[in-house]
């Protein structure tokens, strides 16, 4: 499950990085959401220092080759 996740996430963040003007994807977790933030990760995202509204900021500039 957690394999097929990061490859769905890896997938959207394909398309939204090759799109006209998009420099970045950016994300926002539950500061509990463990699950969530290790699928971030393994797709390339890293944390940005912030919280946002639902939690803490990830960022991807670009996906890993």
């Known amino acids: 499950f957690g ?5 769905a996430v890896r997938a959207a ?3 939204a ?3 006209p ?3 970045a994807v950016e994300a926002e977790t539950e500061p509990t959401n463990a699950a969530s933030q290790a699928v971030l ?3 390339g995202f ?3 220092g912030t919280v946002g509204k639902e ?3 990830f960022i991807l500039h ?3 080759a």
């Open 3 to 7: 394999g097929d996740l990061a490859e």
């Open 46 to 48: 890293v944390p940005t």
């Open 62 to 64: 670009a996906l890993p």
């Open 21 to 23: 003007g998009v420099a």
């Open 41 to 43: 990760r393994k797709v």
């Open 55 to 57: 939690g803490p900021r």
């Open 13 to 15: 963040c394909r398309w």
């Open 17 to 19: 990085l090759a799109q």
